[in-house]
């Protein structure tokens, strides 16, 4: 059973922030999405941020996960080593007010186990995920983004992850390299991505590979789709790492739809099935999920 009174669940990452206030049954019923990350909240002004989430959605119980558990967060939520379940969570939810506003802390893996690796916040979303019978208690996880993670579930408990700095990487590439001029536009699903991803998977030379983007240009080449060949290449690389450090069968890839689209399409290219979930009803039913266990 869901506590009694709404809730406010909080998403606080590094550049943004993302609360619902959820009521009986799990119903929305209001939302605050902005940009104000943990970075862009000054020195000692968390308690105003966070009174600022309650004067929009109401004086009511909230919970917190991401960054804003971080050591440049609000209070620092200790990282818990791996495996990891809802009730693991839920017993060191950090308390800024006992019973009323406390913060979910993060997982890590330890450098013995294939570590050192760290998370915040994705782990609420698979584990919300698995809770919701979405992704099943045994399976191979791809949690696209800026740093992308893939995770092993195992039992129904997060048992393992791996991050790699797959969308840094492109961002940077866009922002700051001798290709920037050439990758502008949105990658997308198309013959260059493919044939990125493809190069990838047949074990290609990344850093040679994404040379040729600036080689085709010199050399007055056909470019295609510069873009999409680059992110076809980096996913590419990621998908092959990816899937080599997991089990057979379906790979679940959970996050935002129009990056999720091109891991599964990369996914594809590697011969392997995925199911597409989007990362906030997973985050908001593991969040849920934990209400449940200490807000009474």
Not at 61 to 72: D, F, Q, Y
Request: negative net charge; charged residues 20%.
């Amino acid at each position: 059973m869901r506590p009694p009174a709404p809730v406010i669940l909080v998403d606080w990452g590094t550049t943004n922030r993302r609360a619902t206030l959820v009521g009986p049954g799990g119903a929305v019923l209001g939302r605050v999405s902005d940009g104000l990350g943990v970075r862009s909240v000054p020195a000692g002004g968390f308690d105003e941020a966070v009174a600022g989430l309650r004067t929009a959605l109401g004086d009511h119980p909230m919970l917190l996960a991401g960054m804003i558990g971080s050591a440049r967060g609000w209070r620092e939520a200790p990282y818990l080593a791996c495996p990891v379940a809802l009730d693991d969570l839920a017993d060191a939810i950090v308390w800024v007010e006992p019973g009323r506003t406390g913060i979910v802390p993060g997982a890590c893996v330890a450098a013995e186990r294939g570590g050192p690796d760290v998370m915040r916040g994705e782990e609420v979303q698979v584990l919300g995920a698995v809770a919701a019978g979405a992704i099943p208690p045994d399976a191979l996880v791809c949690h696209p983004g800026t740093h992308t993670k893939w995770m092993r579930v195992a039992g129904g408990r997060l048992a393992w992850f791996r991050t790699r700095m797959t969308g840094e990487l492109f961002a940077l590439l866009r922002e700051h390299s001798l290709l920037a001029a050439r990758l502008t536009g949105e990658a997308e699903d198309d013959a260059d991505f493919r044939r990125g991803v493809r190069r990838a998977l047949d074990g290609g030379d990344l850093l040679g590979d994404l040379f040729q983007i600036r080689v085709r240009e010199v050399l007055k080449l056909d470019l295609g789709s510069p873009a999409s060949f680059a992110s076809g290449l980096l996913i590419g690389s990621d998908v092959a790492s990816g899937i080599a450090a997991g089990p057979e069968g379906v790979v679940h890839v959970l996050g935002q739809p129009s990056l999720g689209a091109l891991y599964a399409a990369a996914l594809a290219e590697a011969g392997r099935q995925t199911l597409v979930h989007r990362d906030e009803p997973a985050f908001l039913r593991g969040m849920q999920a934990l209400a449940d266990r200490v807000l009474t």
